[in-house]
């Protein structure tokens, strides 16, 4: 078991570029209206194979047919324009970007020139498409004739410095060709949109149909693979893991099975037991999740952060719409237009682990039992769905918090108490009812390892920590600090065959999106986060020192270039700090740092001290220390500590305790609802929680913007961050002492 489970990770690990690969990685046929943007006061509509431009009721009609950062890309689809007097741009189809202000486009002309004419501006302004740009280089194309069609295709390679576009129908065959040179210019931008439009007055429609969009090979969050080598090693290896597992499980349900059933009616039978007996710790218990459930569900309806739910929302779509592989590529066509008024700023890409991508499925699946198959993704009510499915594992979040302290021998009320101070939390309740992200997912899984860590269950501790790992980018700063501790925790026998079986096991689980992409899945997720967070593969707009939280980064912006208000979070973490030294440089050079001296601390200790929970502190004091100095996190990020925090409950007085949870809590929670009453500010669709119609909000956006206010929180975080550096590394007599 041991050299198959070696086997499976060496096979993992292998370089996907060692491997054949595809022509295309994906082909997605057809406008997908729930994907498509299509300008809400627009006359644009998409009937079975075709969308529609016409400008009946305003005098432009826009769709975003995608957004992407994606390297290449083909997209094909043939036009029929359709007029009868119309006065202006029959349709207008290219390639630009919002960021940049320039852009390529194809034009269809009026009559009676009937003109195709290539463009490409520059200094335009970012719309629902390109808007009063300079034309620096035009060509004309031919002519075209109404009634006709025509194919278009415009294919993007940003590797070779090229885009084209090509036009062929009815006696009219042309290629236009945009120059390295000012391609260059357009390239600048991460992102690329294409977009079509019509605009101007009369009769008439432009018709775009047997729409295709084409993913030539490249890397990306997955690396797919074509091999008939890898094919056969990855089918031998999944056949011997499955022969392995059903045998190791027919084994234990015939030697353990009738043992396993004789607990399971001892359980049951103490349960009924604990009803009857104890009927009031059972009512105080339904009223606890009364009042944990109802508000949150209340708080569902308020709305969500607008660019995160939508997010979330195109994942579940595409996940049970087309499958969970197709989180890896589709995504990163979908525009998200819709967020900042029409302007395609930023696509839905996916970036995260197998285990997100399964999660997301089971709540595409829940949403479409629910409210059918075609959704909107500004539509609220997929985000009940989302929401959900967070309070219920928050919950679970509370309930292993509680177990976790049983377990470490603290009192039960104290294990109530700080079961309670996450149960009802401002903090976790904004992140996960009102904002719609998934943290609390993400910790439920951390939590069950250091439970079953604690309960001596090697193996089901390291699935759990695994599982973690392939959720989000960021639980990796978990895995290496508590795979130290469990490496040390359990003898060298237990832990080869618990990693074996975790090998094996978690190799079964992800064949369904490996098969189809490659082994290398999981290592081709992170390393392509990495390119984008610290690698440079983001617009220099989004890679800022800080999203919103309230890190040390704040307060250094502050201090050496005198910015102020959100001016100091979201300075661009590219920026100079001391000569070629930039802000995430220097960010990267003290993570790993940080990181290196906790992880050395924790193997260096002595392995009684990790006894009942031992370790804790200091790797709370790793996990604070990541978030306090890595750039570019946002605030929501700050709830992955706060159980971590609250296990803390042994090593720390009352006062402390209750200082550093608060603290964590507050410059959390400010954040979070400014940022999010700023970026609804100028929708329509979460009126409720808008600042111009709610009072809280708007006092929240002041605070969160006010300079005294972000001192002040990032002092306190990182006065929490020393007494955690004092707490883990005082001396063990010290601490009995206080304990006593």
Request: aromatic letters at 12%; a positive charge.
């Amino acid at each position: 078991m041991p050299l198959l489970a070696a086997l499976i990770v060496l096979l993992i690990l292998v370089p996907a570029d060692l491997w054949q690969h595809p022509a295309n990685d994906a082909v997605y046929r057809g406008f997908d209206r729930t994907l498509t943007y299509l300008w809400r006061s627009s006359d644009a509509r998409i009937t079975g194979d075709a969308l529609n431009l016409t400008t009946l009721s305003s005098s432009d009609s826009s769709a975003n047919l995608l957004t992407t950062p994606l390297q290449k890309f083909d997209a094909l689809f043939d036009v029929r324009i359709r007029d009868n007097g119309f006065q202006g741009v029959p349709l207008r189809v290219g390639i630009w970007s919002p960021w940049t202000g320039d852009g390529y486009f194809l034009t269809f002309g009026s009559a009676p020139e009937n003109q195709v004419v290539s463009d490409y501006f520059v200094r335009g302004q970012a719309g629902r498409t390109l808007i009063r740009g300079q034309s620096v280089l035009s060509r004309n194309l031919g002519t075209y004739t109404t009634g006709d069609a025509y194919h278009l295709q415009f294919h993007v390679d940003r590797v070779a410095g090229l885009i084209t576009a090509s036009i062929s129908g009815s006696g009219l065959s042309a290629v236009g060709l945009l120059p390295t040179e000012y391609a260059h210019d357009l390239f600048k931008s991460v992102r690329l949109s294409l977009t079509a439009s019509r605009s101007g007055t009369g009769g008439g429609v432009a018709e775009l149909y047997g729409y295709r969009a084409a993913l030539p090979h490249q890397r990306s969050f997955a690396d797919k693979i074509d091999d008939p080598r890898a094919a056969a090693i990855t089918l031998i290896l999944l056949a011997l893991a499955a022969l392995i597992t059903l045998g190791t499980a027919a084994s234990l349900v015939r030697h353990k099975g009738p043992v396993v059933l004789g607990r399971l009616r001892l359980m049951a039978k103490r349960a009924r037991t604990t009803l009857v007996r104890r009927r009031s710790l059972v009512l105080g218990g339904a009223a606890v999740a009364a009042l944990y459930l109802v508000p949150n569900v209340l708080l569902f309806g308020l709305g969500g952060h607008p660019f995160d739910i939508a997010n979330e929302k195109a994942y579940s779509y595409v996940a049970a719409q087309y499958g969970p592989v197709h989180l890896y590529y589709l995504p990163s066509l979908v525009g998200l237009p819709a967020v900042s008024n029409g302007v395609p700023y930023i696509e839905a890409a996916f970036p995260y682990g197998p285990v997100f991508a399964y999660v997301f499925a089971a709540i595409g699946w829940m949403s479409r039992l629910l409210f059918g198959s075609v959704v909107s993704l500004t539509s609220i009510e997929p985000d009940y769905v989302i929401k959900a499915v967070n309070v219920a594992f928050g919950l679970g979040d509370a309930i292993l918090i509680y177990a976790i302290l049983t377990r470490l021998k603290v009192t039960q009320k104290w294990s109530l108490i700080a079961a309670g101070l996450f149960l009802f939390n401002p903090a976790v309740w904004f992140s996960m009812s009102v904002w719609g992200q998934t943290h609390v997912i993400s910790l439920f899984f951390v939590l069950l390892a250091v439970w079953l860590a604690e309960r001596s269950a090697p193996v089901w501790a390291w699935m759990a920590l695994t599982a973690a790992c392939l959720t989000r980018p960021q639980m990796l700063v978990f895995g290496v600090l508590l795979g130290i501790v469990f490496l040390r925790k359990f003898p060298w026998r237990q832990n080869l065959f618990a990693l074996s079986w975790t090998a094996i096991l978690t190799f079964l689980l992800m064949a369904p999106l490996t098969l189809a992409t490659s082994p290398s899945l999981p290592v081709d997720v992170i390393v392509n986060d990495l390119r984008i967070q610290e690698g440079g593969g983001n617009d220099v707009l989004l890679t800022t020192v800080s999203q919103d939280a309230y890190s040390v980064w704040p307060l250094v912006t502050y201090l050496t270039r005198g910015t102020s208000g959100l001016e100091r979070s979201f300075t661009p973490s590219s920026t100079p700090l001391a000569g070629p030294v930039t802000y995430q440089r220097l960010s990267q050079v003290l993570t790993i740092a940080a990181m290196l001296v906790i992880a050395g601390l924790l193997i260096a200790r002595d392995r009684r001290k990790d006894d009942e929970g031992g370790y804790l502190p200091l790797v709370t004091l790793g996990i604070v220390a990541f978030l306090m100095l890595t750039t570019g996190l946002v605030a929501t990020h700050f709830v992955l500590a706060l159980p971590f925090l609250l296990l803390c409950r042994r090593w720390l007085s009352n006062t402390a305790y209750f200082f550093v949870v608060i603290v964590w809590t507050v410059t959390t929670f400010v954040p979070m609802f400014g940022d999010m009453g700023i970026a609804i500010s100028r929708l329509d669709y979460y009126p409720l929680l808008a600042p111009a119609h709610n009072a809280l909000t708007s006092f929240f956006v002041k605070l969160y913007a006010w300079d005294r206010f972000i001192t002040v929180g990032i002092v306190a975080n990182l006065c929490a961050l020393i007494w955690l550096a004092i707490l883990a590394l005082r001396p063990s007599h010290i601490d009995r002492l206080i304990r006593q």
